[in-house]
């Protein structure tokens, strides 16, 4: 067969889609618009990697200073920089103070000149939230006046919280516990390259593109195939003119192809018009610029190349089962009995593909790449390969009922492939998702962990600044709303010489409330002082606290004055305590005091910390906490505790499933709320023709109701039973004891379901509309 013979014959079902009438053009539409939201999807996709390489580079590019990094001398391009970051219900706002040392400082990224002291540049989003109502606790935080906005180069993301704030005597917060330094340049080269990925985590990343990509090549292999029993209808009349059945099927592959290029340009329009939306909108903290969504050229070809090359196999696929003669096509008739053992070679080679790395792990070698994305895909092709056997088997098995039962069985017992083809991408992505999170559930536990806080005692610790007056910043902080209970602790370091001493004992100062948070005491009262030995960290000190033991102020550990001279004698009257973690787990030993039993001098040398505990009934408790640190310290962060610790990596890796999976069933229900229309469109004579004999409105739609639930039902359970079984081979290559996550099964068979009952709900006033004696007009 030539070349030329082939263009003729796709070029005239090309004609065919598009000079069809009213019937053609919506035929046509109905594909395009199926095969468009798969196309935005693949071109989203394609433009991952750009966004999150734009990201890196932006986070790079606007990156000041590092820990340890080495002191520059003060010049007129230098620039005094320190972190003023903080949270606001949840999120993250990022803050710099900055303060220039002469005109030729550098300017970080998107910002057009340094703000003044007591100014601000702040990014849009957080604009927008210190105007409206919500941000009336964070205009307190900042009170800053606002003097501009910070430019996109400036921002990883349209919705990132930012704010870069003018200071004096910045340099002086350098020398107490805040973050920051003296720099020349924004963007550091030197960066410490990340750590190798972990083989579990490459899987997991291997894994999340396969399952979120299959539905999407799914519904575009579905969306071509719409119209098809009015397209074997025309295609019979083409037989009865004199085509072949050779021409025939190219005839038809030629209107698919029509349909998967107009699938392409709406495809192309809804990529864009998501693109622009894409700025406004934030999904799991993950916000971007519409200039992030760039596809590689090399993938957006392959895109572009690969849906109608699709369209036209697919279609040439579908029709080899399908005998077209002059007088009409087989396929009204019963067809005949699918086969099994073909479909079964799919789910065995991908498990097959997958078995070498089984047991493999962390320790043993990466995973091969290639292995695992055959592997995956081939089981999850598996699931639309046997859903139609699976289908087909079961309603012929399924007994009399009612009339809408009847009419719902006898129709899929005659189009079991039209059903199982609209619940096809469902099933695999109810697989892919089920099979996932039991491979998240197996190995939570090595990037997660519980934090070492007892968060049941407080929630939340922040420091004293140096020079503070202890006292009445306690009282600020429990006249705070929200606050319930504080534990203030002052902690000073004491050496058994006055130069150069051996060994040091830690000296815990507070009332006798806070120190039972820190030892089990016999007894308290003001004046009192204790001994606790036996502690994890305090072998080294335990013969300091003997007592008549002179010890000695360290000016290296002091918060004070660094007076050599300040010591202080261990009374006679010490008594002995044991040992009990704090709130943040750390079991201290040493010399717990009173008040009372202190020395004034030795004041001086305390650094205080207090543990608070808040109302978690009040929202807002954790953000006046903020506030109050703020008045203190501007560049104050205090620690928000929390019982959970997780792998940044792993909750990246499971953020991006969370926003891939909106996206993909975002697609399901859109294609799916498509396919059910196309369905009813085709059905209108048969549905009018019923209702003109008296059928009952109720009882069509019950029966239409059931022809979308039974298919949808053996989909679920087929996807549950593959999903399970690919779950535990990944578990197995991660060495994982396998364990059903039974949790996750029902939910994610639950969602799947709940999109299905969501796109029929949406296709009943449609089908309400159709149910009427007048669609039996024709032209």
């Known amino acids: 067969m030539s070349v030329r013979q082939w263009s003729r014959d796709l070029a005239m079902g090309t004609r065919f889609a598009f000079a069809g009438g009213r019937e053609g053009w919506t035929r046509a539409a109905l594909t395009a618009v199926g095969v468009g939201l798969g196309v935005a999807l693949l071109l989203l996709t394609t433009a991952i990697p750009n966004a999150l390489a734009e990201r890196d580079r932006r986070e790079e590019a606007r990156s000041d200073h590092t820990f340890g990094q080495q002191e520059i001398p003060k010049a007129d391009d230098t620039l005094v920089v320190v972190d003023a970051d903080t949270t606001y219900r949840d999120q993250d706002v990022r803050g710099r103070l900055l303060e220039p040392d002469g005109p030729e400082a550098p300017r970080p990224p998107g910002v057009a ?63 107490g516990p805040a973050s920051g330094a003296r720099i020349d340049s924004f963007g550091n080269p030197d960066l410490a390259p990340s750590d190798p990925w972990d083989p579990v985590l490459l899987l997991l990343v291997l894994v999340v593109f396969v399952v979120l990509l299959m539905p999407v090549a799914v519904f575009i292999a579905a969306a071509v195939r719409f119209g098809g029993e009015r397209r074997d209808r025309r295609l019979a ?4 003119v004199g085509s072949d059945s050779r021409m025939t099927r190219r005839i038809a592959a030629g209107e698919a192809l029509a349909g998967s290029v ?64 002059p007088l009409g096509v087989v396929r009204t008739a019963k067809p005949a009995r699918r086969r099994l053992w073909w479909r079964l070679l799919l789910p065995l080679g991908g498990l097959a593909m997958l078995y070498p790395m089984i047991g493999q792990g962390r320790d043993d070698g990466t995973f091969n790449q290639y292995l695992v994305v055959g592997g995956v895909m081939l089981l999850l092709v598996g699931v639309t390969a046997l859903l139609p056997w699976v289908v087909e088997t079961v309603v012929a098995r399924l007994g009399s009922g009612g009339i809408a039962w009847q009419l719902a069985v006898r129709r899929l017992q005659l189009s ?10 469902i099933a695999v992505a109810v697989a892919g998702a089920i099979a996932l999170q039991m491979l998240f559930a197996g190995v939570e536990g090595d990037y997660t962990r519980a934090s070492q806080y007892d968060v049941s005692r407080a929630q939340m610790s922040v420091d004293v600044p140096d020079g503070a007056r202890t006292a009445s910043t306690i009282g600020e902080y ?56 036996g502690s994890k960290y305090d072998s080294e000190g335990d013969h300091l606290s003997t007592p008549g033991t002179t010890l000695w102020a360290d000016p290296e550990d002091s918060a004070g004055s660094g007076d050599h001279s300040v010591s202080w004698t261990v009374p006679k009257d010490i008594r002995q305590a044991q040992p009990r973690e704090d709130p943040t787990g750390y079991e201290r030993g040493g010399i717990l005091i009173t008040p009372g039993a202190l020395p004034a001098k030795l004041g001086a040398h ?15 408790a954790y953000d006046r906490v903020r506030n109050t640190a703020a008045r203190f310290d501007p560049a104050a962060q205090p620690m928000t505790w929390h019982s959970i610790e997780r792998n940044d990596r792993y909750a990246t890796i499971r953020t991006g499933l969370s926003v891939g999976a909106a996206c993909v069933l975002a697609l399901i229900g859109a294609s799916l709320l498509v396919s059910q229309l196309e369905q009813l469109r085709e059905r209108r004579k048969l549905l009018s023709s019923l209702i003109a004999f008296g059928t009952r409105r109720r009882t069509l739609s019950m029966s239409v109701l059931w022809q979308t639930a039974i298919p949808i039902g053996l989909g679920l359970l087929l996807a549950a039973t593959v999903g399970m079984a690919l779950g535990a081979v990944l578990l197995r290559m991660t060495n994982m004891s396998i364990r059903v996550d039974w949790p996750s099964v029902l939910s994610m068979t639950g969602i799947g379901a709940g999109v299905v009952l969501v796109v029929t709900l949406l296709s009943l006033p449609p089908l309400l509309k159709l149910m009427r004696p007048d669609g039996l007009r024709t032209e």
């Open 113 to 175: 000149a340094f703000p003044a002291d007591g100014e601000m540049v702040v990014s849009p989003a957080l604009k927008e939230l210190l105007a409206s109502d919500d941000g009336k606790l964070l205009r307190e935080r900042l009170p800053y006046r606002i003097s501009g906005t910070i430019g996109e180069q400036g921002l990883v993301g349209s919705q990132e919280l930012a704010y870069f704030a003018g200071g004096k005597g910045l340099e002086k917060l350098l020398e």
């Open 237 to 240: 009349a083409l037989r009865l």
């Open 262 to 325: 107009l699938g392409l340009v709406l495809g192309t329009g809804f990529f864009l018009i998501g693109r622009h939306l894409a700025a406004s909108a934030e999904v799991f903290s993950v916000s971007v610029f519409p200039s992030y969504l760039n596809p590689s050229p090399l993938l957006a070809a392959l895109v572009a190349v690969a849906v109608p090359t699709a369209a036209v196999l697919v279609t040439l696929l579908a029709l080899r089962g399908v005998v077209i003669e």
């Open 416 to 425: 079991s492939g039209t059903a199982a083809r609209m619940v096809n991408g």
């Open 478 to 533: 429990r006249d705070t709303k929200g606050v319930r209970e504080i534990t203030a602790l002052s902690d000073v370091y004491l050496g058994d010489r006055r130069d150069e001493p051996d060994s040091f004992a830690q000296v815990t100062v507070a009332d006798c409330a806070s120190l039972r948070e820190v030892a089990a005491l016999p007894s308290c009262r003001d004046g009192d002082v204790f001994a606790v030995k």
């Open 606 to 620: 305390l650094s205080t910390q207090l543990f608070l505990s808040l109302d978690l009934s009040d929202p807002d």
